[in-house]
């Protein structure tokens, strides 16, 4: 039941403790030092039996040793989540002139706030959620953001007014923002890196592919039922998978779980200085304070982190400020109705296919090459991608804006519209797979730092997009993202040759 911890055998910790290396490596040093309390001291003066680890390579509480059901099962589930929850950023744009007309407002700005507002609570919320998770466990603030994410659409449903509809759109993505956020984080919980890639390809179809199938859902519903049944569908269906979560999903933080046999064991044992290998030794008030300031740190004080979460923030915002304009361009150039203008949105769809399937068929595949000739796999193999997105992104972009300024054929921007598809869904996921890779047992606190700054991208780059395109046109106004998308090619190039060295020269002590 204890374990020694002080070995290290091909990237495992303990020679019978099925602990990966990499959580290891997110433990800080100086967070241990810190720990001096009563309780740390006095383990210090206990031999090895103090430590509790998994009982050996085949412990069945170790989330790498679960049945493949359930890691499969629960996978599945976290990424019906997160798709589900980007879905319902963009389903409500179809009805937002019938929302406008229903309140009587006329204002852009406001009804470019009905959508938008959504995708600032996905960036405000991980704030709070990435760290309790890390406190608390994954499971309990899954449920708890569930609940109030179907809660507050139920809201939205009855909102008897524009002000309220707009806080309660802003309330349900705060709560909704959990899942994209802790999914990825959970994901890394229960697959090893060298199998990583096609769960996180899974996973990442939500949040690129949920706001492309959003207006087309969206568009015939909100014609046929009315747009609050928008928000009645997406009640239902979060009721539901919410409910599947509840029954089936078990805590998969390592930690948490640990921290769980230690409590046991001191009560069976009556052995008070019982702590687990992943301890850092702190109180629950400096954990929580370490958790709260941890995605800001990660953010502002480690270049990747910081360097990543802009260039999300940029194509993340590309994607949304598309929305703003797509429906407008495919009704008043090419006379689609609204209904068929929601059906155009499937080039971003189909692009977010054959980018997901790039980088699940791609990913892994380099992680094991490297791990077979070294041992070991750097997280920047994952960004090897990255340069073909970058590339597609802009060619995108701009084959979209022209072919529309200039009225050829519909499939034409539909095809730029698919390019720009596998553009962002490469670089957004080889982006999160690596930051999962890098901070590890922290990969909660560093997806929530990205996508704090990920979502403002997306909250804030669509109210400009409508008087963009109003005063450059949809060819020059494209064309102007698409010559910023340019300026950002060295990004991935600045990764892959000097990723290692900032990610070690500034590496957070104190996390």
Aim: aromatic share 12%; net charge positive; glycine share 10%.
């Amino acid at each position: 039941m204890a374990t020694d911890v002080s070995q290290h055998e091909k990237g495992w910790t303990s020679s019978n403790s099925k602990i990966p290396q990499e959580h290891f490596d997110g433990v800080s040093d100086q967070v241990h030092a810190e720990a001096v309390g009563p309780q740390a001291q006095l383990s210090q003066r206990r031999n090895s039996d103090a430590i509790v680890s998994w009982d050996g390579d085949d412990d069945p509480e170790n989330p790498y040793n679960w049945p493949a059901w359930r890691t499969n099962t629960y996978a599945a589930l976290l990424s019906l989540l997160a798709f589900l929850i980007p879905l319902a950023s963009s389903i409500i744009a179809p009805g937002v002139p019938a929302i406008m007309a229903e309140f009587g407002n006329d204002s852009p700005v406001l009804s470019a706030l009905v959508v938008s507002i959504y995708v600032l609570g996905l960036g405000i919320g991980p704030l709070l959620f990435a760290p309790l998770s890390e406190i608390y466990g994954r499971v309990i603030i899954f449920h708890i953001s569930n609940l109030g994410f179907v809660a507050f659409h139920v809201a939205c449903a009855l909102a008897p007014s524009l002000g309220s509809l707009i806080a309660f759109r802003f309330l349900a993505g705060f709560f909704g923002s959990c899942p994209p956020t802790n999914g990825g984080a959970s994901i890394a919980d229960m697959v090893p890196q060298h199998r990583r890639g096609v769960f996180m390809a899974g996973f990442a179809i939500g949040p690129v592919f949920g706001p492309v199938i959003g207006p087309v859902a969206g568009g015939f519903l909100s014609t046929a039922a009315g747009w609050r049944w928008v928000f009645w569908l997406v009640t239902i269906a979060g009721g539901a998978i919410g409910i599947a979560v509840l029954f089936l999903a078990k805590e998969t933080y390592a930690p948490v779980i640990l921290q769980r046999k230690v409590v046991r064991l001191r009560q069976q044992t009556g052995k008070p200085y019982l702590r687990h290998a992943l301890d850092t030794g702190l109180s629950p008030a400096a954990r929580l304070k370490h958790s709260f300031v941890r995605p800001m740190k990660l953010l502002v004080l480690s270049p990747i982190g910081a360097i990543s979460a802009v260039y999300m923030a940029v194509v993340y915002g590309y994607l949304y400020l598309m929305f703003s304009s797509i429906t407008q361009v495919f009704q008043e150039t090419y006379g689609f109705t609204p209904n068929l203008a929601g059906l155009a949105f499937l080039g971003l769809g189909v692009g977010s296919i054959i980018g997901i399937a790039v980088v699940s068929l791609t990913s892994d595949r380099q992680i094991r090459k490297q791990m077979e000739a070294t041992g070991s796999a750097k997280p920047e193999v994952r960004v090897q991608t990255v340069p073909i997105g970058n590339i597609l992104l802009p060619a995108g972009l701009f084959m979209y804006g022209w072919t529309a300024e200039y009225h050829v054929h519909w499939i034409a921007p539909i095809i730029g519209m698919a390019l720009v598809g596998i553009g962002n869904v490469i670089i957004f996921m080889s982006i999160i797979l690596y930051l999962v890779d890098a901070f590890t047992v922290y990969s909660a606190s560093a997806l929530a730092a990205n996508t704090i700054i990920r979502s403002l991208g997306g909250a804030f780059l669509p109210l400009a997009g409508l008087s963009l395109f109003a005063r450059l046109g949809v060819g020059w106004g494209n064309s102007l993202l698409g010559f910023i998308a340019v300026g950002l090619l060295p990004v991935p190039f600045l990764f892959l040759k000097y990723g290692e060295m900032l990610r070690k020269r500034y590496e957070i002590k104190d996390l």
